[in-house]
Nanobody
Framework: QVRLVESGGGLVQPGGSLRLSCVAS????????MGWYRQAPGKERELVAG???????NYADSVKGRFTISRDNAKTTLFLQMNSLKPEDTAVYYC?????????WGQGTQVTVSS
């Protein structure tokens, strides 16, 4: 089992920044991909950004140039730096880890972008 705990969400004004963190624990050996997803009210959960064990990253078109995914050297903490936030970025953000074809999820952290 892999346990994921997110933090860093909150209320921010349009144009502001937030940094999300996700700490992974448990059976972290063998995690091939980690990523951030988000789900807005009434919408499906969508991929925001992902990073492979080799360090390759990918982003949703809607966040390219504004968000940056990264992790620490021990590969136990995942980050999402979010800049130039827009009201449409408002959602619950979830950390995801894929290990041996099984997905693990955190509990989610709320991000609200509003003036």
């Amino acid at each position: 089992q892999v346990r994921l705990v997110e933090s860093g969400g909150g209320l921010v004004q349009p144009g502001g920044s937030l940094r999300l963190s996700c700490v992974a624990s448990g059976s972290i050996f063998g995690i091939s991909v980690m990523g951030w997803y988000r789900q807005a009210p009434g919408k499906e959960r969508e991929l925001v950004a992902g990073i492979t064990s080799g360090g390759t990253t990918n982003y949703a078109d809607s966040v390219k140039g504004r968000f940056t995914i990264s992790r620490d050297n021990a590969k136990t903490t995942l980050f999402l730096q979010m800049n130039s936030l827009k009201p449409e970025d408002t959602a619950v953000y979830y950390c995801n880890a894929r290990r041996l074809l099984k997905d693990f999820w955190g509990q989610g952290t709320q991000v609200t972008v509003s003036s």
